[in-house]
T-cell receptor
Framework: KQEVTQIPAALSVPEGENLVLNCSFT??????LQWFRQDPGKGLTSLLL?????REQTSGRLNASLDKSSGRSTLYIAASQPGDSATYLC??????????FGTGTQLKVEL | DTAVSQTPKYLVTQMGNDKSIKCEQN?????MYWYKQDSKKFLKIMFS???????INETVPNRFSPKSPDKAHLNLHINSLELGDSAVYFC????????????????FGPGTRLTVL
């Protein structure tokens, strides 16, 4: 059974800082790993998808890495902005296209 | 032109009632899902359907019955509602079938907040 842990659970940083969110998972038999963003009272928005054969994926100020063998992924956010404030969720995809979500990191970027 | 839509957005009801939540996707995807997000914000899959066929059924009470009339719709019917059913329910869809693609992103609806009194 896949278990996903995200550290830290909450993070508050001043605007402009670079930051790293961590995700670990117990079952390395995954198709891919996705990072999502959830704003309060809203649905989930897919940010990045890293295929199991890839090590890294970039989109704008976001960079996600994947080390499948050790069961780890990180999401790097460069030059953080107040608009980045949200909960970030990591979800590896297993058989049957099943996503298993982590507990999330609640990020607040302050002016 | 909403990709994945759910109705209603909010649902408040009494214990013991039966209710349904509807989901529709206009992306032409083959697979649809229902997820539950509890009060601690933990998000967990409940069901998935591929071309109207049930694929994933995750230890969900049989009071919950998904129905897929066609591959663009996946509705969730809940019988005899209990206090513990209060949560936000998310519908999602993805392009691929059960084998899952390595590039298969899931697209989520806005959620339905169910409150059972």
């Amino acid at each position: 059974k896949q278990e996903v842990t995200q550290i830290p659970a909450a993070l508050s940083v001043p605007e402009g800082e670079n930051l790293v969110l961590n995700c670990s998972f117990t079952d390395s038999a995954i198709y891919n790993l996705q990072w999502f963003r959830q704003d309060p009272g809203k649905g989930l928005t897919s940010l990045l998808l890293i295929q199991s054969s890839q090590r890294e994926q970039t989109s704008g100020r976001l960079n996600a890495s994947l080390d499948k063998s050790s069961g780890r992924s990180t999401l790097y956010i460069a030059a953080s902005q107040p608009g980045d404030s949200a909960t970030y969720l990591c979800a590896p995809t297993g058989g049957g296209n099943k996503l298993t979500f982590g507990t999330g990191t609640q990020l607040k970027v302050e002016l | 032109d909403t990709a994945v839509s759910q109705t209603p957005k909010y649902l408040v009801t009494q214990m013991g009632n039966d209710k349904s939540i509807k989901c529709e996707q206009n992306l032409g995807h083959d697979t649809m899902y229902w997820y539950k997000q509890d009060s601690k914000k933990f998000l967990k899959i409940m069901f998935s359907y591929n071309n109207k066929e049930l694929i994933i059924n995750e230890t969900v009470p049989n009071r919950f019955s998904p129905k897929s009339p066609d591959k663009a719709h996946l509705n969730l019917h809940i019988n005899s509602l209990e206090l513990g059913d209060s949560a936000v329910y998310f519908c999602a869809s993805s392009p691929s079938g059960t084998s899952g693609g390595s590039t298969d992103t899931q697209y989520f609806g806005p959620g339905t907040r169910l409150t059972v009194l």
